[in-house]
């Protein structure tokens, strides 16, 4: 039966592996399920450091704010 999920090979060094390992025994998963549940951790990591900038270049000295109720009319 064919998974629906993609899949996707990796090459990890021995350190990574072996922590990877060690995480899975600890959660008691399959390796491969703690590593993609590692990998949606970063991805959210990466859009909100996205957003910070995003955010940083529209927080200005001459920002024009608007209320929430305008916001989301």
Avoid: C, F
């Avoid at 021995?14 to 970063?42: C, F, G, M, S, V």
């Amino acid at each position: 039966m064919p998974t629906i999920k993609t899949r996707i090979n990796i090459s990890l060094s021995d350190n990574i592996k072996e922590k990877l390992a060690r995480l899975a025994r600890r959660d008691r998963i399959p390796q491969a399920t703690k590593a993609a549940r590692l990998l949606e951790i970063a991805l959210e990591i990466e859009e909100e450091q996205v957003w910070d900038v995003i955010a940083g270049e529209r927080d200005t000295k001459n920002a024009r704010y608007l209320s929430h109720k305008k916001a989301w009319d």
